[in-house]
């Protein structure tokens, strides 16, 4: 079974500075997937940056990345420049090869980002 | 905008109520989903269709009893709710072939429900 543990419920950050919000996981699959989403107070969840198991490099997306260690099985988001707009919840989530159900994700407990001006 | 539509945004029902969720995406994906996600808790997943096929029921109660008419509709039909069925409901979808793990998933911005 896959777990995924994202330890800091509550996080502030002065604005400009940048965060790292942390996503530990748990898998025996060989080959798995890891993603972060975002989830403003409006209830969407936004797609933020998908890093691959095998993938050699880490992930980047505009002001995000993800610091991605395969041996400690961490899988953290980095924030650069931290802007106003990114007070929200973050899920770190995982997927996993299954034959039959397309692609089902595993969801962290999440954590609350607050940025300060 | 996500390309996935929920409605109605909020509802408020009893106990003995029938209700039904409405999500639909015009993305042209072929796997759908139903999640829920309580206070306190992480999302958990409760249904998947994939080309219209349920693929999958997280041992969801048979009060909650999704439908899926085509590639681009999902309902989630609600009767005899309890109240700690409380909860925003997110619809997601997603191309999702089965094999491809770095399928990632577009979600609609959810019902939250009340139980009375």
């Known amino acids: 079974a896959q777990k995924i543990t994202q330890t800091q419920p509550g996080m502030f950050v002065q604005e400009k500075e940048a965060v790292t919000l942390d996503c530990t996981y748990d898998?025996?699959?060989?080959?798995?997937?890891l993603f972060w989403y975002k989830q403003p107070s409006s209830g969407e969840m936004i797609f933020l940056i998908y890093q691959g198991s095998y993938d050699q490099q880490n992930a980047t997306e505009g002001r995000y990345s993800l610091n991605f260690q395969k041996a400690r099985k961490s899988a953290n988001l980095v924030i650069s420049a931290s802007q106003l707009g990114d007070s929200a919840m973050y899920f770190c989530a995982m997927s996993g090869r299954n034959n039959n159900a397309g692609n089902m994700l595993t969801f962290g407990g999440g954590t609350r980002l607050m940025v300060k001006p | 905008e996500t390309g996935v539509t929920q409605t109605p945004r909020h509802l408020v029902m009893g106990m003995t109520n029938k209700k039904s969720l409405k999500c639909e995406q015009h993305?042209?994906?072929?796997?759908m989903y139903w999640y829920k996600q309580s206070a306190k808790k992480p999302l958990e997943l409760m249904f998947v269709?994939?080309?219209?096929?349920?693929?999958e029921n997280n041992s969801v109660p048979s009060r909650f009893s999704p439908e899926c008419p085509n590639s681009s509709h999902l309902f989630l039909h609600l009767h005899t709710l309890q109240p700690e069925d409380s909860a925003l409901y997110l619809c997601?979808?997603?191309?999702?072939?089965?094999?491809?793990?770095?399928?990632?998933?577009?979600f609609g911005s959810g019902t939250q429900l009340s139980v009375l």
């Open positions: 269709y994939n080309f219209k096929e349920q693929t």
């Open positions: 898998t025996s699959d060989p080959s798995y997937g």
């Open positions: 997601a979808s997603s191309q999702a072939p089965p094999d491809r793990i770095n399928e990632k998933l577009f």
């Open positions: 993305l042209g994906h072929n796997a």
